[in-house]
């Protein structure tokens, strides 16, 4: 386990650094992230006006039997997509998908060594408890990073399903600039929060590394035993 940590922990900071220096992570125009929304915009449908002499009154009458509101927005309904399927935008889902095995690899790692730290906590005795501190420290710090990582897949879960209400408001109302423009944005939201990922990722490596190694001792043995406390 203790050469797993020295070796495969460095070597995954090294990839996660030379990651964060690929173009596709490294795009400071996000116009180039943009997706095309295949929506078109229908022709506008003039209605004529019910509401004068007698029909107007008929109309009136209609609307209070039947106790319905006419002043409410419905939209378009929406029954097939004219171009298709809706695809998502591909360049963000590609980097998705280099990401998520980075998040899944650390989740892994954060529950394997934080086993092999629980293992080695001895039972509890009165006093001579300092290294057994730093081993509960050790193990709150993976615990806490194990969270963090699969905090990531649950924001990257929500991204799609804040994008897929979205698209589905476009499709209901068309003419509505302002839903095509937040689509956009959170494009652009979840590029630069990918990036983000991808830092703390490597970071986190590095703080967990450095953390282990330096209490490395205290980790593998938390007491001292009493004839080493006599030399």
């Known amino acids: 386990m203790l050469s797993g940590i020295a070796n495969f922990f460095p070597k995954k900071l090294l990839e996660l650094d030379h990651f964060l220096k690929d173009p596709c992570i490294n795009i400071t125009e996000l116009k180039e992230i943009h997706s095309e929304i295949n929506l078109t915009v229908p022709d506008p449908i003039l209605l004529s006006n019910l509401n004068d002499g007698l029909e107007g009154q008929n109309a009136k009458k209609r609307k209070l039997e039947d106790g319905s509101r006419e002043d409410i927005v419905t939209g378009t309904k929406v029954f097939v997509m004219p171009g298709g399927m809706m695809k998502c935008n591909t360049n963000l889902v590609e980097l998705i998908e280099k990401v998520k095995p980075e ?42 990073v194990e969270g963090e990582a699969a905090s990531y897949l649950d924001q990257i879960s929500r991204y799609y399903i804040t994008r897929a209400k979205l698209v589905s408001k476009i499709a209901k109302y068309p003419h509505v600039e302002d839903y095509r423009r937040t689509v956009t944005e959170i494009d652009e939201k979840e590029y630069i929060s990918l990036k983000i990922i991808v830092s703390e990722l490597r970071n986190q490596y590095v703080t967990l590394h450095d953390m282990i190694l330096k209490n490395i001792e205290k980790i593998k043995r938390p007491r001292s035993s009493n004839t080493d406390a006599l030399y």
């Open 103 to 144: 998040i899944r690899t650390l989740i892994e790692k954060c529950n394997t060594v934080k086993m092999w730290v629980q293992l080695l906590i001895p039972r509890i005795e009165d006093g001579n408890n300092f290294g057994v501190s730093i081993q509960e420290e050790t193990v709150a710090e993976l615990r806490t």
